[in-house]
C-alpha cells in the first residue's frame, strides 16, 4: 500500500467515528511519522499516568528518591475507581516501584496518588517542561472530586504521548536501564482490549506467547477512550498512540475500542506487509 493510500484508509476510519480522534505514530526503525490531529489536546484520563512513572525514574537517577523506598498504606489514601490497593488494609508498606506498577498494569487510581504524593506535582510539570512535552499536563489527582466538578482535568496530545513513549523505547527519556524497565512495566498491562484487540489470540498474552509485543497505557473516561503503546514484531518496531472523545451513548466504547484496534492492525499491516493475524 502506498503512503497516499494508507493515510487515506486512516483519514476515512477517522471519519467513520462518531466524534473526534486523534492518531500519532512513528516507526523505530525508518523513522517514518504519521499524525491526524496529533496535536489537539484531550483530557487524557489514565495516560497521564505516564509522565508520573517517568518522574518517578528521573528522581531515582537524581537521587531523590528511592524506588525500594515503602510507603504506607492509610485509610487517608483511599481513592475510588480501579485498582486494588484502595482494598488493603491499612499498615501494607509496598514499594514505590510496587505502586508504580499496579498504577500502569491495573491503572490502580489509590496508587497512582501515593507515587503523585511521592514526586510532588511539581517535579512532574519539571519533568515534562524538561523533556518538552509541554502538550501534557498534569492538573489533578485522579478522582479528585472537587477538581472534576470543578471542570479541572488532566490533558495530552496524541503527538507527544508517542514522543514519551519513542523516548522509552529508544532509551534516551531516561537511562537506558530505567527505560528498559519501564517498557517491562508497561508490557505486563492487564487492560488489553483496544490496541491488541484484533492482534492478540486469547491467552497469547497470558502465556507470553504472543508475536507481537506492545507495551501500552489505557486510558478511559465516559465517552473518552486512549491507547498508547510500544510494538515490537518480527519485522516492526514503531510506536503508536490513538485517542478517542465521542458521545456518552450506549455501544460507544465499544465503537471506539473496535477503532483502536483496527488502526493498530493497520499499523501492523503497514509497516510489515508479510504479517497474518
Known amino acids: 500500500m502506498t503512503e497516499s493510500a494508507f493515510m487515506d484508509k486512516i483519514g476515512a476510519m477517522r471519519f467513520s467515528l462518531p466524534g473526534k480522534s486523534a492518531v500519532a505514530a512513528v516507526n523505530l526503525v525508518t523513522g517514518d511519522a504519521f499524525s491526524w490531529n496529533g496535536d489537539e489536546i484531550f483530557p ?17 537517577e537524581s537521587g531523590e528518591l528511592s524506588l525500594s ?8 489514601a483511599k481513592t475510588g475507581g480501579d485498582g486494588v490497593m484502595r482494598l488493603m488494609q491499612p499498615g ?40 518538552g512535552l509541554t502538550r501534557i499536563r498534569w492538573r489533578r489527582k485522579m478522582m479528585d472530586a472537587a477538581a472534576m466538578a470543578a471542570g ?32 517491562d512495566i508497561l508490557s505486563r498491562q492487564q487492560i488489553n482490549h483496544k490496541l491488541p484487540r484484533r492482534l492478540w489470540k486469547p491467552y497469547d498474552h497470558d502465556f507470553e506467547r504472543e508475536e507481537i509485543k506492545i507495551a501500552h497505557k489505557t ?27 465521542g458521545p456518552r451513548e450506549p455501544q460507544q466504547s465499544v465503537k471506539q475500542w473496535d477503532f483502536i484496534g483496527a488502526v493498530a492492525e493497520e499499523f501492523v499491516r503497514y509497516w510489515d506487509p508479510q504479517f497474518r493475524s
Open 92 to 131: 501494607l508498606c509496598p514499594t514505590l516501584h510496587d505502586l508504580m506498577t499496579l498504577m500502569i498494569i491495573l491503572s490502580d487510581n489509590m496508587a497512582t496518588n501515593m507515587v503523585v504524593d511521592a514526586v510532588t506535582p511539581q517535579r512532574i510539570h519539571e519533568f515534562l517542561e524538561s523533556r
Open 69 to 76: 523506598d515503602r510507603i504506607e498504606v492509610t485509610d487517608a
Open 219 to 245: 486510558g478511559d473516561i465516559p465517552g473518552l477512550e486512549h491507547d498508547a503503546g510500544v510494538f515490537t514484531g518480527p519485522g516492526f518496531s514503531f510506536v503508536l498512540t490513538v485517542m478517542t472523545l
Open 152 to 183: 479541572i482535568e488532566n490533558e495530552a496530545a496524541a503527538g507527544d504521548v508517542t514522543e514519551l513513549l519513542k523516548g522509552l523505547a529508544m532509551g534516551t527519556l531516561l537511562s537506558p536501564a530505567h527505560c528498559r524497565d519501564a517498557l
Open 44 to 60: 487524557s484520563a489514565s495516560i497521564i499516568k505516564l509522565p508520573i512513572l517517568c518522574t518517578a525514574y528521573a528522581m531515582a
